[in-house]
């Protein structure tokens, strides 16, 4: 039975959780890009202290994304729609962040990666200032390994260490 994943910081100000349907659909999208990069957004929402964050939706990449084997931009066609849906339902589900595959053994986030999430905690437009990042790499193994970071608006790339308990 596949469970939960579940990421938390050492200080533990930062949580993320990824339920198994999820996990699912995002190595969906990784199989059929592979050997080339992939990506998408995170959807979700946030437990009542704005500790946790649950993924509970994950695009795929939009139509008019651009990949290769070590580069991916993620487009932007149809996203807006979707998050309209999501902001729409009773549980009003959030932007939290973005996916993307490197395939490759070695995760690392790249500079651009950084870049990216730096622009988009400091982006009014995204309304998240403290934007999720998960990077899976290329694995033959079970659960696929991923690599979690949060980016604190004007602060410094945080990893989230996978944990089996809060």
């Known amino acids: 039975m596949k469970r939960e994943r579940r990421w938390a910081s050492v200080d533990a100000r930062f949580a993320a959780t990824m339920p198994p349907g999820v996990c699912d659909a995002i190595e969906k999208h990784i199989r059929a890009a592979h050997p080339n990069e992939s990506g998408g957004v995170l959807a979700g929402k946030y437990d009542d202290a704005l500790a946790v964050a649950t993924i509970t939706e994950a695009s795929g990449p939009p139509p008019d994304s651009r990949a290769g084997r070590t580069w991916f931009q993620r487009g932007t066609k149809n996203l807006a729609g979707w998050m309209r849906s999501l ?7 959030y932007y939290l962040g973005e ?5 490759a053994h070695h995760v690392e986030p790249s500079v651009d ?3 990216q999430m730096e622009g988009i905690a400091a982006s ?5 200032p403290e934007p999720l990042m998960f990077i899976f790499g290329a694995s033959k193994r079970e659960p696929r390994i991923v690599r979690v970071f949060v980016q604190p608006r004007g ?3 945080i990893e989230l260490d996978e944990t089996l308990h809060w």
């Open 113 to 115: 990666d950084v870049e």
């Open 124 to 128: 009014p437009k995204y309304n998240c």
């Open 99 to 103: 996916w993307h595959y490197h395939p």
């Open 87 to 93: 902001w729409s339902r009773p549980s009003r589900e």
């Open 155 to 157: 602060g410094k790339l």
